[in-house]
């Protein structure tokens, strides 16, 4: 199975700041790694695909990056509506998806 | 545009079998591209692949759960459906049904969701 790992679990940050999430796999999946938001109460949602591909409608702020085992996901400047749990899932092998990684504002 | 609608019992006794529908709206669930999956969500945690079914019938599980789960499709109702048997508190979640955009089989990412069903395992 392969594992992934995100980081930090939580995180606080203020309007306007740029905020990074990590997520490493536990083996090379190429560029086979997908970002989701999730809201509170809410399905996720897709957010981009292939490491870096933003999905149709989702706002330019958003952008990911890396191959391999190493992948970040960047949001340029946060806004309010941009709270929300955020994971990873890789399909290198059947899906799996990170931990979770708990946006807040401070 | 495509819309998927979870259907099922919200409480389910330990040892039972869970049973869940998801009706697919604005799309064929015949479609050639994609497969349709299921994911779960226990209260306050991650996410966890079930499985995913073609529309012909072949289906891919989560070697976790595949001893209980059967995903079965209907193509003449436009809907997929998921069995899990001999359930535990364990598997108290809240159930998604999505698309699944599969790049090579069983692989790829989900888009759209359904809004999920939460089912609890109690007696």
């Known amino acids: 199975d392969i594992q992934m790992t995100q980081s930090p679990s939580s995180l606080s940050a203020s309007v306007g700041d740029r905020v990074t999430i990590t997520c490493q796999a536990s083996?090379?999946?190429?560029?086979?790694l997908n970002w989701y938001q999730q809201k509170p109460g809410k399905a996720p949602k897709l957010l981009i695909y292939?490491?870096?591909n933003l999905e149709t409608g989702v706002p330019s702020r958003f952008s990911g990056s890396g191959s391999g085992t190493d992948f970040t996901f960047t949001i340029s400047s946060l806004q309010p509506e941009d709270i929300a749990t955020y994971y990873c899932?890789?399909?290198?092998?059947?899906?799996?998806f990170g931990q979770g990684t708990k946006l807040e504002i401070k | 545009q495509l819309q998927l609608q979870e259907s099922g019992p919200g409480l389910v006794k330990p040892s039972e079998t869970l049973s869940l529908t998801c009706t697919v709206s604005?799309?064929?669930?015949?479609?050639?591209?994609?497969?349709w999956g299921w994911i779960r969500q226990p209260p306050g945690k991650g996410l966890e692949w079930i499985g995913s079914?073609?529309?012909?019938?072949?289906?891919y599980y989560n070697p976790s759960l595949k001893s209980r789960v059967t995903i079965s499709v209907d193509t003449s109702k436009n809907q997929f459906s998921l069995k899990l048997s001999s359930v535990t508190a364990a598997d108290t979640a809240v159930y998604y049904c999505?698309?699944?955009?599969?790049?090579?089989?069983?692989?790829?990412?989900?888009?759209?969701w359904g809004q999920g069903t939460l089912v609890t395992v109690s007696s």
């Open positions: 999505a698309r699944h955009i599969v790049v090579v089989t069983a692989r790829g990412w989900f888009d759209p």
């Open positions: 604005g799309g064929s669930i015949s479609s050639s591209s994609y497969y």
């Open positions: 079914i073609y529309y012909s019938g072949s289906t």
């Open positions: 083996q090379d999946i190429s560029n086979y």
């Open positions: 292939d490491a870096s």
């Open positions: 899932q890789q399909y290198d092998n059947l899906p799996s």
